[in-house]
């Protein structure tokens, strides 16, 4: 998870939450420290809504996936337009 | 059972390893099945299998909440590797 | 140990990891740790209509603890070296 340091990353919770905030440090135990989070929140009955969070320390035991996120290609995506049921949370 | 038997299963793992290139049975966790070749296990088994069909047994619920029949919904995979805290059980397949 | 350098094989090969939430994610495999979390590149979902949450990442990392499967191609994987590998592993395990 090196090269994603400073870069803006989408983190999927094992609950199924998503937030994406920029990474600041991260440790073995996958725990993880963003900065500027802000959770989307996706839903069938309007676009996807936009959470501002703040600074998060996420404990590693809550991460299923981190992922980078491509700005460029994010900045295209119209998000209110879109409709999706939330992910599912993990099943263990 | 005799003493060269004993020697050579005295733990569960021991079975698992005569199951080595054969079929087996495994049951997981979220009501799937999977008979497949054994190829690779340990000791969380962790498993690599290929030729492998997965069963996944789903109970349907109507909008009243009654449950439907039962039914199985089946998918063939050419080589898999599996985490072992899904496991429950692993058995000789029966052919 | 076993499975750790099994999936170090499978560096750079396109492999797809079903996740216990049902996301199957396939993408090119980077790299794989001690804990079996694994970096993909290129990624795509199964379903982009019914999950568009990947659309704007391209790799990712993901943890081991939260993998069902790996599914690959049969033709990258040389079972008769895993068995003996396998094998291998159980004996020094029990020196």
């Known amino acids: ?92 | 059972m005799d003493h060269a038997a004993a020697a050579q299963i005295s733990e569960p793992l021991d079975l698992v390893k005569l199951a080595l290139g054969e079929r087996v049975f495994i049951k997981l966790r979220g009501d799937r099945t999977l008979t497949g070749t054994l190829h690779a296990y340990d000791a969380h088994m962790n498993l690599v299998m290929s030729q492998v069909e997965e069963s996944v047994h789903i109970v349907d619920v109507t909008d009243a909440g009654q449950p439907l029949p039962p039914r199985v919904e089946r998918r063939n995979v050419e080589m898999l590797f599996v985490r072992g805290d899904s496991v429950i059980l692993i058995s000789p397949a029966q052919q | 140990m076993l499975i750790f350098s099994f999936f170090k094989t499978l560096t750079d090969q396109v492999i797809t990891v079903e996740l216990k939430n049902d996301l199957s994610i396939t993408g090119t495999l980077k790299s794989v740790d001690q804990f079996l979390n694994i970096r993909l590149d290129g990624i795509s979902v199964e379903d982009p209509e019914r999950h568009p949450h990947m659309m704007a990442v391209r790799n990712c990392f993901i943890r081991g603890s939260v993998v069902r499967y790996v599914r690959m191609a049969a033709k990258n994987v040389d079972t008769t070296l895993l068995e003996d590998a396998t094998r291998r592993e159980i004996k020094d395990a029990k020196k």
């Open chain 1, 1 to 92: 998870m090196e090269g994603y340091v400073d870069h803006l990353v989408q983190v999927i919770l094992q609950d199924g939450r998503i937030i994406v905030g920029k990474l600041k440090g991260y440790d073995i135990r996958t725990n993880l420290i963003l900065a500027d989070c802000v959770e989307r929140e996706y839903s069938m009955e309007q676009g996807v809504e936009m959470v501002p969070l703040g600074l998060y320390m996420i404990k590693g035991d809550n991460v299923a996936i981190v992922a980078e996120v491509d700005e460029a290609k994010d900045a295209t995506i119209n998000y209110s337009e879109i409709r999706a049921e939330p992910l599912a949370e993990i099943h263990h």
